[in-house]
């Protein structure tokens, strides 16, 4: 694939769900089919784009490193202009997003996607921001993708009204909000100080920062942290998460597994880019912070999910564990074990999404009224277009397919062998035990912590979901068979063919991650190719700075 195709292509993630999107909007909500054909064509063109551009990024240069897209926005160099950025983390984190899209699309046309009006629109709005989200090089557009994201998310956590989604949804929409205004303020701050906020550009001004700016630039990027943690589920920030993603629609829900996940993956760029190691006075700022706020964050997670009496906010602990043991990984900075933690990353992200929508299925004849969608065009005449009927046939069958998609997220939440779960977390404690390989230094006392609360995270989230499990499937009081449509049972059985291949191709897999690691841990490429030395063709020639 060419320079000048690849530029182009950096764009789509963004400007396919904002025109599709936008267009949805003037299609009336009555055409769903119409609406729903648009939403899945454009989710399979972004996991073509995604699968693309992660190909490019695996790609060696001339120089033997791997390539970095830049694309100039207004065609003015960086740091002036707005520029996006695709390498192998960012890559990653859109073909994870679109892997997640379809399937949670798909499940959506079961139901919920007539439950209130412009489902399809919203969701092409949330794509476009965390794609964004992921691809851009500085603070302010990030600042601008992240509210685009959390705008859709307003609508969507509250999509399918009733009285417990309205309370949780009221809840994230404000604490979200408080997030975005001390996300504005530490850009603000960050600016005030180096005069820039192109996140290339700060990794070379941060380390020239006066001595008489430093805890001023410091109580900015620590303004900034507490923004992205809470989005990110760190404790003490994330009272509201198991709430908030227990009473979302399914579909929603299943979305929402990213979401985290956005806030993780710039923690994990800022802190490698702008506080690594040729950050002089500043190396390391905030590193052993997250270390322990992650570590925290997994014991909270872990008896969450001990407490949880429902599948919904356990799963929703299990996003806690999740993001958890990311952000104590990345804490470590070490290049071995942040490797493992993007396996487990991509591992737990599409088992919890797959885990959302099972609980759907799980739990749908159990479900109080007030939990069920509004049909927001019950009392008007009939559809322009017809629909199928949408009778599930409950047979004994039913319970069985769900018994083993029920064991599949288990064995891939829990880290049991022999899915990628296993596998990530035996690299990070492999990693974590052996720094800098066998015969390397000491283990740290960061690392003494987190061997433990790894394993046991895993034992407490396979004793939960086993009891959850014989509740519900093996031994419930009165055998309930849920009636289930093939169009939401497709989408799980795709996000668990995912596991496994993550498992069967492991070696291909880990390999990109831990060469991803070792970038991000040595970002000199990263800058270099945004501020010009190395730059890829553009969409035309730049402009001379």
């Known amino acids: 694939m ?145 509210e685009v994201m959390l705008a859709a998310s307003y609508g969507l956590v509250l999509h399918g009204s009733g009285r417990r989604r309205v309370k949780a949804g009221m809840h994230y929409i404000v604490i979200n909000l408080v997030a975005s205004f001390f996300l504005l303020i530490g850009v603000a701050l960050i600016y005030g100080v180096t005069g820039t906020l192109n996140m290339a550009d700060l990794a070379v001004r941060i380390p020239a920062v006066a001595p008489e700016d430093r805890m001023l630039l410091e109580a900015g990027a620590a303004i900034l942290g507490i923004a ?21 629609a399914a579909p929603v829900a299943a979305m929402f597994a990213i979401l985290t996940k956005v806030g993780v993956y710039i923690l994990l760029r800022l802190s490698l880019l702008l506080f690594g190691e040729g950050a002089g006075a500043f190396a390391g700022f905030g590193a052993d912070w997250l270390t322990v706020g992650g570590m925290l964050t997994v014991v ?61 299925l799980l739990e749908r004849d159990l479900e109080q009224p ?35 998609a029920f064991i599949g997220c288990t064995l891939l939440l829990a880290g049991l062998p022999p899915l990628g779960g296993f596998l990530a977390k035996f690299v990070m404690l492999g990693a974590v035990l052996n720094p800098g390989g066998p015969g390397g230094g000491e283990v740290s006392w960061q690392g003494w912590l987190l061997v433990p609360l790894l394993i046991i995270s895993g034992l407490a989230t396979l004793i939960a979901m086993m009891r959850a499990g014989i509740r519900r499937l093996w031994a419930p009081p ?61 969409p035309r020639s730049a402009p001379s700075p």
């Open 2 to 146: 060419s320079g000048g195709w690849t530029i182009h292509l950096m764009v789509a993630p963004i400007l396919l769900p904002l025109v599709v999107g936008a267009l949805l909007l003037f299609v009336n909500e009555r055409r769903r089919r119409l609406k729903a054909a648009f939403g899945a064509a454009s989710s399979v063109a972004l996991l073509l784009v995604a699968a693309a551009l992660l190909r490019f990024a695996d790609l060696p240069t001339e120089a033997g490193e791997t390539a970095t897209g830049v694309y100039l926005l207004g065609n003015w160099p960086a740091p002036f202009g707005i520029v996006l950025v695709v390498d192998r983390l960012s890559a990653l984190m859109l073909l994870l997003t679109a892997v997640l899209a379809l399937p949670a699309q798909v499940f959506a046309l079961g139901r919920w996607h007539r439950a209130a009006p412009h489902f399809h629109s919203l969701f092409q709005f949330l794509l476009m921001g965390v794609n964004g989200a992921f691809l851009t090089g500085d603070l302010f557009n990030l600042f601008v993708f992240f």
């Open 228 to 248: 992205f943690l809470t989005k990110a589920g760190m404790w003490p920030l994330n009272f509201w998460l198991p709430t908030a993603y227990a009473a979302a």
């Open 300 to 360: 909270f997670g872990t008896l969450g999910v001990l407490a949880a009496r429902s599948l919904g906010r356990l799963t929703g602990y299990c996003v806690l564990v999740s993001s958890g043991t990311v952000l104590a990984a990345i804490g470590i900075e070490d290049p071995a074990v942040a490797g493992g933690a993007l396996f487990y990353l991509v591992s737990s992200t599409v088992a919890l999404s797959a885990l959302f929508l099972l609980v759907e």
């Open 478 to 538: 009165e055998p309930i068979v849920p009636r289930v449509l093939i169009r939401e049972a497709v989408p799980v059985a795709m996000l668990l063919f995912v596991g496994v291949a993550l498992t069967v191709l492991a070696e291909p897999v880990m390999r990109y991650m831990t060469d991803a690691a070792t970038a991000l841990h040595a970002p000199t490429s990263y800058v270099e190719t945004v501020l010009g030395k190395e730059r890829l063709p553009g």
């Open 370 to 404: 007030e939990d069920e969608p509004d049909q927001v065009f019950a009392d008007v005449e009939e559809d322009l277009e017809d629909e199928e009927d949408e009778v599930g046939v409950p047979v004994p069958a039913t319970l069985a397919v769900l018994g083993l």
